[in-house]
């Protein structure tokens, strides 16, 4: 009717001010607090950037001594969350498991609920960064009937996330400082993105004065879907299903007939119309980890030969598309041993402070609810049928 702009898929539509992430979609570029993600991922780690993404500035050695120890010592859950797991299904998909525990934790932290208390908000985000690599490896021990492993507080946030995952009552597991490193590299990679589908979800619950659990339950529902954060786990299945170099043409055929449904996974983006910065480095990580291990993954030279022949091919050049963060990131984690259900449940425990700091800085600041309008297309006002 005039009145509103029609924006469907918000694709020109800025729903909030935020002085934490900054993206160039068309040259590649991605900053957190103004530093590049390239500079993070090389010198940084996962902690101390979900300090910066909190806080807004770099830890200095005391504060990140006391932030590490305050994430590294928090990461038990309460007994009772175990009853709460043992009622899903075996076979349950872990996202769906970590939807149901997240939501749960509000009925567990109650103490500490109130949004206006600026020490609940803190000790909140704490608590989620701290808790969610455990409940994580938690619905991946239920799936396979393995016992729940405990955190240990002397390992680091990546190293302790695969001991809880890995090790088992009759098997330490030795953690693999280099395995570590990479999984913290991952985590850190997704730390945050601006204001993409999941985290829009938990500003807009939010905005409603939700709490922070059931909040960030919402936005690791958003992060679910294929189109987002599921497209690691569809990455690796399209890789398997192709399973030779000799097939590629046909899976790029398939990309482009718009009769197919078909699209190339972990390939293209709302924002970068060039390079995603994280791909980069996820695809040297790539090498570095199966360097290490000692693996010769056929998926991976399908990969690398399908982004080549993508990266040539017009239909991809006309509409700039290139691969996303999810292309490569899928074979590192199948390379550590996970499997490919939890692939997107660590996309969401690396984006966990990134959802959580957006949480906060809408929070803290003078806001609205998020109310968007809808141009109505149904029948004019009709009266009821006479009996
Ligand atoms: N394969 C084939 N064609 C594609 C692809 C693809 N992966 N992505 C976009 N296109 C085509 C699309 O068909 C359309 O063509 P046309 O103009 O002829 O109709 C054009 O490119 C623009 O695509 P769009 O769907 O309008 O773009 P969008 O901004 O709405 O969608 C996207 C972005 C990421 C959902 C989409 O590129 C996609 O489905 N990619 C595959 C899934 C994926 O890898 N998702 C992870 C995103 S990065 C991590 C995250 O943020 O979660």
Same mark, same amino acid.
């Given at each position: 009717?005039?009145?509103?702009?029609?924006?469907?898929?918000?694709?020109?539509?800025?729903?909030?001010?935020?002085?934490?992430?900054?993206? *160039?979609?068309?040259?590649?570029?991605?900053?957190?607090?103004?530093?590049?993600?390239?500079? $993070?991922?090389?010198?940084?780690?996962?902690?101390?950037?979900?300090?910066?993404?909190?806080?807004?500035?770099? %830890?200095?050695?005391?504060? /990140?001594?006391?932030?590490?120890?305050? #994430?590294?010592?928090?990461?038990?859950?309460?007994?009772?969350?175990?009853?709460?797991?043992?009622?899903?299904?075996?076979?349950?998909?872990?996202?769906?498991?970590?939807?149901?525990?997240?939501?749960?934790?509000?009925? !567990?932290?109650?103490?500490?609920?109130?949004?206006?208390?600026?020490?609940?908000?803190?000790?909140?985000?704490? /608590?989620?960064?701290?808790?969610?690599?455990?409940?994580?490896?938690?619905?991946?021990?239920?799936?396979?009937?393995?016992?729940?492993?405990?955190?240990?507080?002397?390992?680091?946030?990546?190293?302790?996330?695969?001991?809880?995952?890995?090790?088992?009552?009759?098997?330490?597991?030795?953690?693999?400082?280099?395995?570590?490193?990479?999984?913290?590299?991952?985590?850190?990679?997704?730390?945050?993105?601006?204001?993409?589908?999941?985290?829009?979800?938990?500003? $807009?619950?939010?905005?409603?004065?939700?709490? %922070?659990?059931?909040?960030?339950?919402?936005? #690791?529902?958003? $992060?679910?879907?294929?189109?987002?954060?599921?497209?690691?786990?569809?990455? $690796?299945?399209?890789?398997?299903?192709?399973?030779?170099?000799?097939?590629? *043409?046909?899976?790029?055929?398939?990309?482009? *007939?718009?009769?197919?449904? !078909?699209?190339?996974?972990?390939?293209?983006?709302?924002?970068?119309?060039?390079?995603?910065?994280?791909?980069?480095?996820?695809?040297?990580?790539?090498?570095?980890?199966?360097?290490?291990?000692?693996?010769?993954?056929?998926?991976?030279?399908?990969?690398?030969?399908?982004?080549?022949?993508?990266?040539?091919?017009?239909?991809?050049?006309?509409?700039?598309?290139?691969?996303?963060?999810?292309?490569?990131?899928? #074979? #590192?984690?199948?390379?550590?041993?996970? %499997?490919?259900?939890?692939?997107?449940?660590?996309?969401?425990?690396?984006?966990?402070?990134?959802?959580?700091?957006?949480?906060?800085?809408?929070?803290?600041?003078?806001? /609205?609810?998020?109310?968007? /309008?809808?141009?109505?297309?149904?029948?004019?006002?009709?009266?009821?049928?006479?009996?």
């Amino acid at each position: 009717n005039g009145i509103f702009t029609y924006d469907p898929g918000f694709v020109s539509t800025a729903a909030c001010e935020s002085a934490i992430t900054y993206i *160039d979609g068309d040259k590649g570029v991605l900053l957190h607090r103004g530093y590049p993600i390239e500079q $993070l991922a090389e010198h940084s780690d996962f902690l101390e950037v979900c300090y910066l993404l909190l806080y807004g500035e770099l %830890p200095d050695a005391d504060a /990140r001594e006391k932030f590490s120890n305050t #994430i590294l010592h928090h990461t038990m859950v309460h007994e009772q969350i175990i009853s709460f797991l043992k009622g899903f299904r075996r076979d349950a998909h872990p996202m769906a498991i970590m939807c149901g525990l997240v939501g749960a934790l509000s009925s !567990f932290y109650h103490d500490s609920l109130d949004i206006n208390n600026e020490r609940h908000r803190e000790i909140t985000a704490h /608590r989620l960064i701290s808790k969610m690599p455990t409940l994580a490896a938690m619905a991946y021990k239920y799936s396979v009937g393995q016992p729940f492993v405990y955190p240990r507080n002397e390992l680091s946030y990546g190293g302790n996330f695969l001991h809880m995952m890995f090790a088992t009552p009759c098997e330490e597991y030795k953690v693999n400082p280099v395995l570590a490193k990479a999984m913290d590299r991952i985590f850190l990679l997704h730390a945050d993105h601006e204001q993409n589908a999941s985290t829009s979800t938990v500003r $807009l619950a939010g905005s409603s004065g939700a709490n %922070p659990f059931a909040c960030i339950a919402s936005g #690791i529902a958003a $992060l679910w879907g294929p189109a987002h954060g599921g497209a690691n786990e569809a990455v $690796l299945k399209m890789l398997e299903e192709i399973g030779n170099e000799k097939h590629i *043409d046909t899976f790029i055929k398939r990309a482009k *007939d718009k009769d197919d449904p !078909f699209r190339l996974m972990g390939f293209g983006h709302r924002v970068y119309k060039n390079f995603d910065p994280r791909a980069k480095v996820m695809k040297q990580t790539c090498d570095e980890v199966l360097g290490e291990l000692g693996i010769n993954d056929p998926l991976l030279r399908i990969a690398k030969r399908l982004e080549q022949i993508a990266l040539e091919d017009e239909y991809f050049v006309e509409r700039k598309l290139y691969p996303n963060v999810d292309f490569y990131s899928g #074979i #590192i984690l199948k390379a550590l041993g996970i %499997p490919v259900e939890m692939f997107t449940v660590i996309f969401a425990t690396g984006r966990t402070p990134g959802w959580i700091a957006h949480w906060h800085e809408m929070i803290s600041h003078s806001y /609205r609810i998020g109310r968007p /309008r809808q141009l109505y297309t149904g029948p004019a006002k009709r009266d009821y049928p006479a009996k």
